[in-house]
């Protein structure tokens, strides 16, 4: 695989998509209709080893650490549907207190809401 050679710290996307529906032509790859995930619809999910495509790959640098690259998932779910609206001086609520809730909360509040 171009990019990746072995012994790299890697993380990967969780969801495949199949690059050819509309939203993923229009870069909206998080719409796919066609997306698989891993550890739902295949095998993947807590397994030693996992087969991704390459463009679901991408590489940790050397200046973050284990702990930090192994919330950038749940982070990332957290960031992208807290800044999905504007925030703004709104009232939010958090439905659940996961990780991802707790992150989705800690994003609202950097917004100034309550």
């Given at each position: 695989?171009?990019?990746f050679k072995i012994g790299d710290r890697v993380s990967?996307?969780?969801?495949?998509?199949?690059?050819?529906?509309?939203?993923?032509?229009?870069?909206?790859?998080?719409?796919?209709?066609?997306?698989?995930?891993?550890?739902?619809?295949?095998?993947?999910?807590?397994?030693?080893?996992?087969?991704?495509?390459?463009?679901?790959?991408?590489?940790?640098?050397?200046?973050?650490?284990?702990?930090?690259?192994?919330?950038?998932?749940?982070?990332?779910?957290?960031?992208?549907?807290?800044?999905?609206?504007?925030?703004?001086?709104?009232?939010?609520?958090?439905?659940?207190?996961?990780?991802?809730?707790?992150?989705?909360?800690?994003v609202a509040e950097t917004r100034w809401c309550t």
């Open positions: 695989m171009k990019g990967g996307e969780g969801h495949i998509t199949c690059g050819h529906c509309r939203n993923c032509r229009g870069g909206r790859t998080h719409l796919c209709r066609n997306t698989i995930g891993v550890g739902v619809n295949r095998p993947g999910c807590f397994a030693e080893y996992l087969v991704i495509p390459a463009f679901n790959a991408f590489k940790i640098p050397d200046n973050i650490s284990d702990d930090l690259a192994s919330i950038f998932d749940p982070f990332g779910n957290a960031v992208h549907t807290a800044l999905s609206f504007d925030l703004v001086g709104e009232d939010v609520l958090v439905s659940g207190a996961g990780p991802i809730g707790i992150m989705a909360a800690a």
